[in-house]
């Protein structure tokens, strides 16, 4: 079945510095979902996005759809301490509208004052 | 204020035992689905709905089952044969499926 695949596991960073998280799959995707979920918390969703290659501003945070819809990357620019959290992508097979949205396993974001 | 409302916050079920999650919304979403979340894992999907009365399996139905008798509610049941039910159980919805999800608050399910 289909997987997408989250890396890193774990990213500890200095406040102040960048953070990447990728999310990829061996099948084109339909569109992507990002979602944060502070410690405790519960998912929260982020953006979505559909187009191959867009590219979205939220604040500091960027995210990417590739060319090719097969991989994703959410981008934080200057980490702060509120950036604390996982970070879950999720998407669906191109042409899945049957299927099911698939989340990755998260990114775990901490950063260090 | 609109939102989705999951009741209890924690639960503990005893050997043998049925326990109920509840969780209601008040978004008028027609979707709403229920995940299961283990620690390091992401999350995974027990059941979902599409429109009041009609359910799917997701990928870990085993030992669980819901209903939809009303658009606002779509309560989740954790039965005996679910034999490793300590997790933490978040409800979702969104406008349409797949669309972008809104979640509750969780519960958090122990074995006593």
């Known amino acids: 079945g289909q997987q997408v695949m989250q890396i890193p596991q774990y990213q500890h960073v200095q406040e102040g510095e960048d953070f990447t998280t990728y999310c990829n799959s061996s099948t084109t995707l339909s569109n992507i979902q990002w979602y944060k979920q502070r410690p405790g918390g519960h998912p929260v969703f982020l953006i979505q996005?559909?187009?191959?290659?867009e590219v979205k501003k939220q604040k500091r945070l960027t995210f990417q759809f590739g060319e090719a819809k097969k991989n994703s990357s959410l981008h934080i620019t200057a980490t702060q301490t509120t950036d604390v959290g996982t970070y879950f992508c999720?998407?669906?097979?191109?042409?899945?509208?049957?299927?099911?949205?698939?989340f990755g396993k998260g990114t775990k974001l901490s950063v260090k004052p | 204020d609109g939102g989705i409302t999951q009741s209890p916050k924690y639960l503990f079920r005893k050997e043998g035992q049925n326990v109920t999650l509840s969780c209601e919304q008040n978004l008028n979403h027609d979707a709403m689905y229920w995940y299961r979340q283990d620690p390091g894992q992401g999350l995974r999907l027990i059941y979902y709905s599409q429109i009041v009365n009609d359910f799917q399996k997701g990928d870990i139905a085993e030992g669980y089952s819901v209903s939809r008798e009303k658009k606002e509610s779509f309560p989740l049941t954790v039965t005996s044969a679910q034999k490793n039910p300590t997790a933490f159980y978040l409800c979702?919805?969104?406008?349409?499926?797949?669309?972008?999800?809104?979640f509750g608050d969780g519960t958090r399910l122990s074995i006593l």
């Open positions: 999720a998407a669906m097979n191109y042409g899945g509208s049957q299927g099911n949205l698939i």
């Open positions: 996005l559909v187009k191959s290659g």
């Open positions: 979702a919805s969104s406008i349409m499926k797949n669309q972008p999800q809104h």
